[in-house]
């Protein structure tokens, strides 16, 4: 699933391809990408003919346009969905849901997803913030990131590391495999518990957070299932310079101790068994 650098790279795409522009026509190929737009293909259409585009916002994962009218159309990436700006000529994805041409008659914007868990909708006086996506957290990339108020937050819950830098209402961006990364900068185990870490802590994971973050988005994000690819169809190549996600079994890049691979929430962890000592009773 794309994190926060890989939909970055997806907004600054859409900011050079799509703002200031004004939507002529929709067509929506499947209805499963515009379910949560609860009034349907027709009225999401209605909403956005005519329409001009007026930025390219974005809060963790989640992607906004806000529009002329005051509303927004937000997508959401989920497992494999893509935003291509492509000329209206280009033959249609075998994936493609979702298109929108331009009143201008110039490059259009396909919304191509495989899995079909993610999706558009138009969300009404959302242009400032849509209301779907008010819960959740600001990124350690904003510059509005309050950084006190997460150390204390962190360290105010009761669960592991690894849930809490899952959970977008605390900080937004970071899923599965920047959740890996900055532990292992960190040397933080994912199950040690968020009250016993101390605040210099807190602050040093805050701060390696940035850095991976900023390094991958530096590379184009991850593409590590070859799904997610920027607005012009290319991959990004921060997976070659990935320390432990996807690394299981082979040297951990700081002392050549195998990376181990440990089940969490239906899903894996990757860590350094030298460098991440696992906790006598993980969370
Ligand atoms: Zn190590």
Redesign the pocket.
């Known amino acids: 699933m794309p994190e926060l650098p890989e939909v970055e790279v997806v907004r600054l795409g859409l900011e050079r391809g799509v703002v200031g522009r004004t939507i002529a026509a929709v067509d929506v190929h499947h209805p499963r990408a515009v379910r949560r737009h609860e009034a349907g293909a027709q009225d999401f259409a209605d909403l956005l003919v005519g329409r001009r585009v007026e930025a390219a916002r974005r809060r963790g994962k989640y992607l906004w346009l806000p529009l002329d009218s005051g509303d927004a159309v937000t997508g959401h990436l989920g497992m494999s969905g893509q935003l291509l700006v492509v000329p209206p000529d280009k033959p249609a994805e075998t994936h493609l849901r979702i298109r929108l041409g331009f009143a201008d008659r110039g490059r259009e914007l396909r919304f191509i997803d495989q899995r079909t868990f993610g999706g558009l909708q138009v969300v009404a006086g959302g242009a400032e913030l849509p209301s779907t996506i008010r819960h959740i957290a600001r990124d350690p990339l904003d510059p509005e990131f309050d950084d006190e108020l997460f150390v204390g937050r962190l360290r105010a819950k009761t669960t592991g590391v690894k849930r809490a830098l899952l959970d977008q209402t605390l900080v937004s961006g970071i899923g599965n495999i920047y959740a890996d990364e900055v532990l292992w900068r960190v040397g933080l185990h994912g199950g040690r518990a968020t009250e016993a870490v101390t605040r210099p802590k807190a602050r040093e994971l805050l701060a390696h957070a940035r850095e991976v973050l900023a390094e991958s988005l530096a590379q184009g994000g991850t593409s590590f299932d070859a799904l997610y690819v920027s607005t012009e169809g290319v991959s990004g190549l921060f997976a070659h310079s990935l320390s432990a996600y996807g690394r299981a079994g082979q040297p951990?890049p700081?002392?050549s101790?195998p990376i181990r691979r440990e089940v969490f929430m239906n899903r894996s962890s990757a860590s350094?068994p030298?460098?991440q000592p696992r906790p006598r009773h993980p969370r």
Do not use: H, K, Y
């Open positions: 951990c700081r002392c101790t350094c030298r460098c």
